[in-house]
């Protein structure tokens, strides 16, 4: 009688088990699909092999077992290099943290030398854990940048770049200058960056790039009025004008002009008529 209640309590624990493997991968299908695809496009896009700019005129850069640091060379200083080396206690310190984001990034202010930083930390999550919570990095982040300046895209630029580890895990910091304004703050003053953002928008379809996260509070408004992105490093590229990309791009264009309630309509109106 034990036996048999022993192997029916198996019985009932496997089909358990099984009940919620299967349970657990239908709540998670979806972004399991999505993160593959982005770990496919990931492969296939040839800026994101390595980091952009080795060996060039115009970068610095500095590795070890362990470690690595990039830098543009007009920003270049040797305290820039030195708070960046012990970067993890120096935000803990006098950083402050502006946005956490699920799973594997933080964005902070950070002052050095009296200027105004923005500082993204990323952490590298193991592939497995990938599968289930898209990460992303500062690799595409440093390579979509310098891709979109050579194709004559404006888009904010990292100046520095280190990384700390190896394999599975590591931390890496891409540092911004902290310049202009979002447009989520001049949700009131359209007339003044529309015509400038149609630009960009143009320029950006002609070229097949899609924003993944097109909202206000990712584009900027310069001092001079000119228009960058910013939060690239989730690019995609399509063949310019067709079906898919269309598509994806009217959804994506779609959802930033909702950010504009009472003057979406307007807007859309507006965007789209220069298409």
Same mark, same amino acid.
């Given at each position: 009688?034990?036996?048999?209640?022993?192997?029916?309590? *198996?019985?009932?624990?496997? /089909?358990?088990?099984?009940?919620?493997?299967?349970?657990?991968?239908?709540?998670?299908?979806?972004?399991?699909?999505?993160?593959?695809?982005?770990?496919? *496009?990931?492969?296939?896009?040839?800026?994101?092999?390595?980091?952009?700019?080795?060996?060039?005129?115009?970068?610095?850069?500095?590795?070890?077992?362990?470690?690595?640091?990039?830098?543009?060379?007009?920003?270049?200083?040797?305290?820039?290099?030195?708070?960046?080396?012990?970067?993890?206690?120096?935000?803990?310190?006098?950083?402050?943290?502006?946005?956490?984001?699920?799973?594997?990034?933080?964005?902070?202010?950070?002052?050095?030398?009296?200027?105004?930083?923005?500082?993204?930390?990323?952490?590298?999550?193991?592939?497995?854990?990938?599968?289930?919570?898209?990460?992303? +990095?500062?690799?595409?982040?440093?390579?979509?940048?310098?891709?979109?300046?050579?194709?004559?895209?404006?888009?904010?630029?990292?100046?520095?770049?280190?990384?700390?580890?190896?394999?599975?895990?590591?931390?890496? +910091?891409?540092?911004?200058?902290? /310049?202009?304004?979002?447009?989520?703050?001049?949700?009131?003053?359209?007339?003044?960056?529309?015509?400038?953002?149609?630009?960009?928008? *143009?320029?950006?379809?002609?070229?097949?790039?899609? $924003?993944?996260?097109?909202?206000?509070?990712?584009?900027?408004?310069?001092?001079?009025?000119?228009?960058?992105?910013?939060?690239?490093?989730?690019? $995609?590229?399509?063949?310019?004008?067709?079906?898919?990309?269309?598509?994806?791009?009217?959804?994506?264009?779609?959802?930033?002009?909702?950010?504009?309630?009472?003057?979406?309509?307007?807007?859309?109106?507006?965007? *789209?008529?220069?298409?």
């Amino acid at each position: 009688m034990k036996i048999r209640l022993k192997k029916l309590f *198996q019985s009932l624990s496997s /089909v358990a088990l099984l009940f919620c493997a299967i349970l657990l991968f239908a709540l998670n299908a979806p972004s399991v699909l999505i993160n593959l695809s982005r770990i496919y *496009q990931r492969g296939y896009r040839s800026w994101n092999n390595d980091y952009a700019g080795l060996g060039e005129k115009g970068v610095l850069y500095r590795s070890s077992k362990g470690f690595r640091f990039l830098c543009r060379e007009e920003a270049y200083s040797k305290e820039l290099e030195d708070t960046l080396i012990h970067i993890e206690k120096i935000l803990e310190e006098r950083g402050r943290l502006l946005q956490e984001h699920p799973h594997s990034r933080k964005t902070y202010y950070l002052e050095i030398e009296g200027i105004a930083y923005i500082v993204k930390k990323s952490c590298k999550l193991p592939f497995l854990e990938s599968l289930f919570y898209g990460s992303r +990095y500062t690799k595409p982040a440093w390579n979509n940048a310098d891709r979109m300046e050579k194709m004559g895209l404006k888009t904010c630029y990292p100046i520095a770049l280190i990384e700390f580890g190896k394999a599975l895990r590591y931390s890496s +910091y891409l540092l911004y200058p902290r /310049v202009g304004i979002t447009l989520e703050k001049k949700k009131n003053s359209i007339d003044m960056w529309a015509t400038n953002l149609i630009e960009i928008v *143009q320029r950006q379809k002609k070229l097949g790039i899609l $924003h993944s996260d097109f909202h206000c509070c990712n584009v900027l408004e310069l001092d001079d009025g000119s228009i960058q992105y910013i939060d690239i490093d989730d690019l $995609h590229t399509y063949q310019p004008y067709s079906y898919i990309y269309n598509v994806r791009f009217y959804k994506e264009l779609n959802r930033f002009v909702r950010d504009f309630q009472g003057n979406e309509e307007s807007l859309k109106t507006r965007i *789209q008529s220069a298409l």
